[in-house]
């Protein structure tokens, strides 16, 4: 079984800035990718964010230059920094993180979610 725990969200004025955390425990073998995607009130979820095991990287274009997603792989943690935030990036945030188990099953885990709320 495998938890994720995120944190960071929470409601901020337009051009500041979050840090949000998910941090994955359990029975780890290793982890692939990591993400993070989210979703407004009357709209369909959308990636965000996302990094391999490699350390490539790739983000939607409406937050490409403001948004980082990075990831401490001994810490089994992805982080997704957001600057310069607008009224329009305000949604539900949840990561998404693909688990190589312990007894070496692949599967894909969702966090929670945490709100982000932009306000004009």
């Known amino acids: 079984q495998v938890q994720l725990v995120e944190s960071g969200g929470g409601l901020v004025q337009a051009g500041g800035s979050l840090r949000l955390s998910c941090a994955a425990s359990?029975?780890?073998?290793?982890?692939?990718?990591m993400g993070w995607y989210r979703q407004a009130p009357g709209k369909q979820r959308e990636l965000v964010a996302r990094i391999t095991s490699g350390g490539s990287t790739n983000y939607a274009d409406s937050v490409k230059g403001r948004f980082t997603i990075s990831r401490d792989n001994a810490k089994h943690t992805v982080y997704l920094q957001m600057n310069s935030l607008k009224p329009e990036d305000t949604a539900v945030y949840c990561c998404n993180v693909e688990v190589i188990t312990t007894y070496y099953a692949e599967y894909v885990y969702w966090g929670q979610g945490t709100q982000v709320t932009v306000s004009s």
């Open positions: 359990g029975s780890i073998f290793s982890i692939n990718a």
